[in-house]
């Protein structure tokens, strides 16, 4: 069956350091991934998005790989502060009408 | 501040009542979506409207139901609700939603529903 993970439920780190989040999914073949941010009690707001045949993508302190043979993507955040704490979450953005699969998220608490 | 407008931005009520929640954007958008997210989990597909007819029902209940009066607008009709229905409800759009995918989501700040 379709799955989709985000390896940690929460993850802590110091400001200043970077943070990297994972997601992986096993059975899908995307054509998109899609990353958000959301706040508590807000809904989620749209950060980057990554197509299959890109290895990388940038915004800023914002970092986002895609390994489509290992089925990963990698969110990293440099030089982290603590008003980049939230819940990402990852999303799988398949063809054929199907709609995004959201992971778990994360939950990022950078700590001052 | 999110393009996509919801409310009311918290509603209560009881399980006999019928209620409404609202959507709206003006961004041209021609896929709108209702997500239903409780604490701490990821937010939930209900209903896609694609071009203004409903493409998706992920085997929501029936005291659920979902109109698109025209592009701009979603609306998510409520009745005879449970306790266990009580989650933020989110509505979205994106551009499209088709063959190529989904695209990006605009969100917008959702409305927390409290069933008594």
């Known amino acids: 069956s379709q799955k989709i993970e985000q390896n940690s439920e929460a993850l802590n780190i110091q400001e200043g350091k970077t943070a990297t989040l994972t997601c992986n999914y096993t059975n899908y073949s995307p054509a998109y991934l899609q990353w958000y941010r959301q706040d508590p009690g807000r809904g989620p707001v749209f950060l980057l998005l990554?197509?299959?045949?890109?290895k990388e993508k940038r915004k800023e302190r914002l970092k986002v790989t895609f390994d489509t043979t290992l089925k990963q993507s990698l969110f990293h955040i440099t030089a982290s502060q603590p008003a980049d704490s939230a819940t990402y979450l990852c999303?799988?953005?398949?063809?054929?009408?199907?709609?995004?699969?959201f992971g778990k998220g994360t939950r990022l608490s950078v700590i001052a | 501040d999110t393009e996509v407008t919801q409310t009311p931005k918290h509603l209560v009520m009881g399980m006999t009542n019928k209620k409404s929640l609202k959507c709206e954007q003006h961004?041209?958008?021609?896929?709108m979506y209702w997500y239903k997210q409780k604490a701490k989990k990821p937010p939930e597909l209900m209903f896609v409207?694609?071009?203004?007819?409903?493409?998706i029902n992920e085997s929501v209940p029936s005291r659920f139901s979902p109109e698109c009066p025209n592009s701009s607008l979603l609306n998510l009709h409520l009745h005879a609700l449970q306790p266990e229905d009580s989650a933020l409800y989110l509505c979205?759009?994106?551009?499209?939603?088709?063959?190529?995918?989904?695209?990006?989501?605009?969100f917008g700040e959702g409305s927390r529903l409290t069933v008594l």
């Open positions: 979205a759009s994106s551009l499209g939603q088709g063959p190529s995918g989904t695209g990006e989501l605009f």
């Open positions: 409207y694609s071009y203004e007819k409903l493409s």
């Open positions: 999303a799988l953005d398949a063809r054929g009408n199907t709609p995004l699969v």
């Open positions: 990554i197509r299959e045949n890109e």
């Open positions: 961004m041209g958008h021609r896929a």
